[in-house]
Structure formats: C-alpha cells, structure tokens
C-alpha cells in the first residue's frame, strides 16, 4: 500500500474498485482488524482500530466474497454463534435471527446443516449473520458473487434501505454496474495508490469521458497509470 488515505460518511456507500493485486483485500483486512497498517491509523466509527479493536470490531460487519462456514451447524446454529461472537441480547435474538433467515428466504432452512446450502444460500445466511448485531459498518467484499437477479435485487434495495438508517457501506467489488448502481462514490485503487475518488459524474470528468459508462472510465484511469 502506498500511503491509502480514505474518508467514508456515515450513511454513504462506497466503492471500492481495482485491477486485480491493486489492494483491495488488503485495504479490508486492515480495515477489520486482520492486518495492521505499517503506519497511518483505521477509525471506525471514531475509534482507532488500534485503541480497542474489540469494541471495534463490534460495529463492523464483514460479508466476504467466499462465505466460510462450519458447516456441520445448521443455518439457526450459525446465527446463534454469530450472536454470541457479537454479544447478541438473548432477548431479541430469535425475533432478529427469524426475520434475517425470512427476508433473505431461508427461513424454511434454517434447521438444516449448512452442509446442504447451495453457494448463494451460503452467501445469503452469512449477509444474515453479519447484519444481526446492527453494525454500524459494513464492509463486503463481492457482495453478489453466487446470487441470483433476484437475490441481488433484494440486496442492493437493502444496502439503500440501511444507508438511509445511517449505515455505512464499504463495497469491494468487480461488478462495476452494481457500483455505478448503489454507490454514492467510487473509488479506484491501483498499485496500492487511490488514483481518482469522487461520483461517478466525478471520475467521467476525470477520465475526460462523459459519456462512457464506468467500466470505460476505470480502463482509461488505470491504463494512464500503466503507461511509463
């Protein structure tokens, strides 16, 4: 990384896009506690990762790109864990974990072993699991990798509905429709360096392109950063 410096706004979705190897994983794995920056600091929600990355972590849910899943549990099992992990009131835990396994239609799964899951069901119940504890921020990583249009209709409406509420949303994605779609800014990350950020309004401007869509400004921006 090359001294990243990012600003996301409460209730904003943002972005994040690059070539393969720019440092998009990186970049979420320091911003969730995994990794920790060489230098520079993470704030979530007003608090440096490095202070108390416990009560960090607490207000951050993650969905990656491959859910990894015990998955000799049952679909309400996994719930359970994931609430325990976060600390879950007991009291409110059935009526949220229901209605999450409802609204994403496996409710009538729930107990059986995950084992059974098709992928897009496995990547359903772990946006379920990471929306229990009422995250402050979200960080995902390929959010509609293995969904259905359906599925992805429901989750792009969600993302909408929760940044209205004052979530946060942070998306890594390939899918550069799904970014120009749902994100109020974009940003593009090469070599470990942010090259543009901004609307997409923004980066056509930048790109001097007004009139291509985003998949032709993130070619023209990484291509003028490749040429010597």
């Given at each position: 990384m090359n001294r990243l410096s990012l600003t996301v706004s409460k209730g904003e979705i943002y972005g994040f896009i690059g070539p393969n190897g720019a440092g998009k994983t990186t970049t979420i794995r320091m911003m969730g506690g995994v990794l920790m920056p060489t230098e520079g600091s993470v704030i979530i929600d007003g608090i440096n990762m490095a202070d108390d990355p416990e009560r960090v972590k607490k207000k951050i849910g993650f969905i990656p790109d491959r859910p990894f899943l015990y998955e000799k549990l049952t679909g309400m099992e996994f719930?359970?864990?994931?609430?325990?992990?976060?600390?879950?009131?007991?009291?409110?835990?059935?009526?949220?974990?229901e209605a999450l396994l409802k609204k994403f239609a496996l409710n009538n799964w729930a107990h059986e072993l995950i084992e059974s899951y098709s992928h897009g069901m496995k990547q359903r119940l772990i946006i379920s699991a990471a929306l229990l504890h009422d995250p402050a921020v979200i960080i995902v990583d390929e959010p509609m990798v293995g969904l259905d249009p359906a599925a992805i209709k429901m989750v792009k409406n969600m993302f909408r509905e929760l940044a209205k509420s004052g979530t946060t949303i942070f998306m890594s994605?390939?899918?550069?429709?799904?970014?120009?779609?749902?994100?109020?800014?974009?940003?593009?990350?090469?070599?470990?360096s942010l090259i543009a950020t901004g609307t997409t309004g923004d980066l056509k401007r930048d790109a001097g392109v007004l009139e291509a869509d985003l998949e032709g400004v993130f070619l023209i921006l990484t291509e003028e950063q490749t040429v010597p």
């Open positions: 719930m359970r864990f994931s609430a325990d992990l976060y600390g879950v009131d007991d009291r409110v835990f059935s009526g949220k974990a994605t390939h899918t550069l429709a799904v970014a120009e779609d749902i994100c109020d800014r974009i940003g593009i990350i090469h070599r470990g």
